[in-house]
C-alpha cells in the first residue's frame, strides 16, 4: 500500500537538525522523496507499523509531527507534481 | 474533493523566501495548513483549478515544486497525525 510520509521538525538547535536527518534517512529505508520532507513509501502493514515505530521513537511530540496518508491503491492517478524535481514512480521501469 | 497540496519553495534568497510566503498565503485562501508546507485544501474541481493555476504562476519551476494528491472522499479515515499540533478537520464541529 502508499503511504504519504509528511513531516515537520524544529531545527532551532543542532538536536532538532539531527532530527531531522534522522528522520529523513528513516523515510528513504522505506520510501523515495518526493519533496524536502514528503516520502512516498510502498509498504506493507509490516512495514509500516516499523516505520511509524522508528519515527514515533525518533521525534520530540511536543515541537514535531508525522502525518501519514493512505493513499490506497489507485494512488498513481490521484497525484500530480509541477516544477522542479519530478519523480519516477517507484515501479515504473528506469530505462538506462 | 479533498486534495493535499505539498510544496518546496527554494529560499535561499530574498525572493525565494517572498516567494514561499505567497504560496503558503494562496493555500490558506482555499484550505487548511497542517504543516509548514502541507496544506489540506476541501474545493470544487473550479476551485482547484483556480489554486493550482495561482500556485502555477507563483512559483519558480526550476527551483520549486507542488504535488498535489487527489484524497478522494473517504479521506478522513487515510490520515493519522502524531506530534505537535494535531488538527481539527475542517467541517468538524468547533465546540467554544
Known amino acids: 500500500m502508499m ?4 513531516y515537520d521538525v524544529a531545527t532551532s538547535d543542532r ?9 529523513a ?3 528513504q529505508n522505506f520510501g523515495q522523496r518526493v519533496q ?4 512516498e513509501c510502498d509498504v506493507s502493514m509490516e512495514q ?3 516505520l511509524k515505530g522508528e519515527l514515533t521513537d525518533l521525534i520530540e ?6 502525518r501519514f ?3 490506497g491503491n489507485n494512488w498513481k492517478h490521484r497525484v ?3 516544477g522542479a524535481k519530478p519523480v519516477t514512480p517507484i515501479d515504473d521501469p528506469l530505462i538506462l
Open 3 to 6: 503511504v504519504l510520509v509528511t
Open 15 to 23: 538536536v532538532g537538525q539531527r532530527r531531522l536527518q534522522k528522520v
Open 25 to 27: 534517512k528513516t523515510c
Open 36 to 39: 524536502n520532507s514528503v516520502f
Open 48 to 50: 509500516f507499523v516499523r
Open 61 to 66: 511530540p511536543s515541537t514535531d509531527s508525522l
Open 69 to 71: 496518508y493512505f493513499l
Open 80 to 82: 500530480e507534481h509541477i
